[in-house]
């Protein structure tokens, strides 16, 4: 100890100091701009860059056993459900990269399909981080809300906390139920519910579809063989070709009836899960049926990432993959290099003393 107390108090300032504390600061500087934009890094180097700025584009992110979608059609974005309260913060960083690489900012619609938290619990940091001009919520009341005859009752913490969160913000906010809305070229039809009460809490799920540039992309939410139903039954004789479907209830055998698939005939499904997740989803049974009714893709989170896909009249671009996003390892890269700079010892004593030149 007396040694380096001995060290300490005879502590002479060389040059070589000086240049250590330039390559901490230049080290520093270049490490911080890396880490304020380590998602839009990642977003550009799996390519997601491909798709920007395309008049239609999807994505599902990866929120482990949770679901959230964005639809962008025409700068308008839709934001349908916010995932695991988990995975919040790596969302809302990644849907704010995709939002700056198209030149936006706000959500124009925040659509929360059913109240279940694998599909609100990332709306708190949501509605914290971002504008939101629109929220459309599900027919279930939190407790502490003045019931309403048909209105479910929700007394789980978590969804009574989002609830005031919403209640908080300037948005207009509406309860889900089966509507239409055009917005542009851009045509919205909220399908389902379209009972009072149902005997699963997942059948309350509204099925969306988004209608852009000749091209359909259908939201399920967790929708079961009754909300399959319930939307065949408002179909009708409706024909319909749908161009992306975010499959119902992540793949489980309990939806996506053949019946359903072969009306809507989809060409691309995803499917959002969670790698290692307890149901063992999708169901296997699930991925055949989607390729009996047509789907020349099924793309999987757990397997691929966040998805983004980019849709034309007669093609698309996909772009996929596991976004970087680990800040202990981060941290503890940059100070390995701290500690490297620090200890770095330069080969000669004299390399840093400055002439004397005579004039």
């Not at 700068?75 to 700056?100: H, Q």
């Amino acid at each position: 100890m007396n040694k380096y107390i001995w060290k300490i108090k005879h502590f002479r300032w060389k040059h070589e100091h000086s240049v250590k504390i330039v390559l901490l600061i230049l080290f520093s500087a270049i490490f911080f701009l890396f880490y304020i934009n380590m998602t839009s890094i990642s977003l550009f180097f799996h390519n997601f860059n491909a798709i920007y700025n395309a008049p239609l584009q999807f994505y599902s992110f990866y929120v482990g056993q949770g679901e959230c979608s964005l639809v962008i059609a025409d700068g308008v974005t839709y934001l349908y459900d916010t995932g695991t309260k988990e995975y919040a913060n790596r969302m809302c960083d990644e849907l704010s990269a995709i939002l700056k690489g198209n030149g936006l900012k706000n959500i124009d619609y925040l659509i929360i399909s059913h109240a279940h938290s694998d599909h609100y619990g990332g709306a708190k940091e949501v509605l914290r981080r971002f504008d939101v001009e629109n929220i459309f919520r599900p027919k279930v009341l939190s407790a502490l809300e003045e019931e309403v005859e048909g209105y479910a009752v929700s007394n789980d913490l978590a969804y009574i906390e989002m609830i005031e969160t919403v209640e908080e913000e300037e948005a207009e906010v509406f309860f889900l139920e089966p509507c239409e809305l055009t917005v542009g070229q851009t045509f919205l039809k909220f399908w389902t519910p379209l009972n009072d009460s149902y005997s699963n809490d997942n059948a309350i799920s509204t099925i969306l579809t988004i209608s852009s540039h000749n091209n359909i992309v259908m939201l399920t939410g967790d929708a079961v063989g009754e909300t399959e139903n319930e939307f065949l039954s408002a179909l009708g004789e409706e024909e319909m070709k749908v161009d992306i479907l975010k499959v119902p209830h992540h793949g489980s055998d309990t939806a996506s009836s053949a019946e359903f698939l072969n009306r809507i005939n989809p060409q691309i499904a995803v499917i959002s899960a969670g790698i290692n997740n307890t149901y063992n989803f999708p169901a296997e049974e699930v991925i055949k049926r989607l390729h009996d009714a047509g789907a020349s893709e099924v793309y999987v989170t757990k397997n691929i990432g966040t998805i983004g896909i980019s849709l034309g009249a007669t093609s698309y671009k996909l772009s996929s993959g596991f976004i970087f996003n680990d800040d202990p390892l981060l941290l503890t890269i940059y100070f390995l290099f701290v500690f490297v700079i620090i200890a770095l010892k330069f080969p000669h004593k004299k390399i840093f003393r400055i002439k004397k030149h005579n004039f």
